[in-house]
């Protein structure tokens, strides 16, 4: 758990799978294969559960208070909430 926590924590590679989902959601933009179309879904789903994990990490860690205290982390929030609609 520590280990999950610590990669979750940092930025480099939060930053790396916002790079990640911004090209995935790019692609997705094409017209595909319904198969490859499928495999970019599957991953945009992942990549928005991971960030629905670090969301969850990040207030366990920081408590809702201090994580709500950056701007970031609220505009963070309100990204992760409306995308989670999209999961299903």
């Not at 090209?23 to 960030?51: S, Y």
Request: glycine letters at 2%; proline letters at 2%; aromatic letters at 12%.
């Amino acid at each position: 758990m520590r280990r999950l926590k610590r990669i979750l924590l940092n930025d480099a590679f939060i930053l790396a799978l916002i790079v990640i989902n911004a090209v995935v959601i790019f692609i997705q933009g094409f017209d595909l294969p319904q198969k490859v179309n499928n495999a970019f879904e599957h991953i945009d789903n992942l990549i928005t559960l991971i960030f629905l994990v670090e969301l969850i990490v990040k207030l366990k860690a920081f408590g809702l208070r201090n994580y709500l205290k950056s701007n970031w982390n609220k505009f963070d929030f309100v990204l992760i909430i409306l995308a989670i609609p999209s999961l299903y």
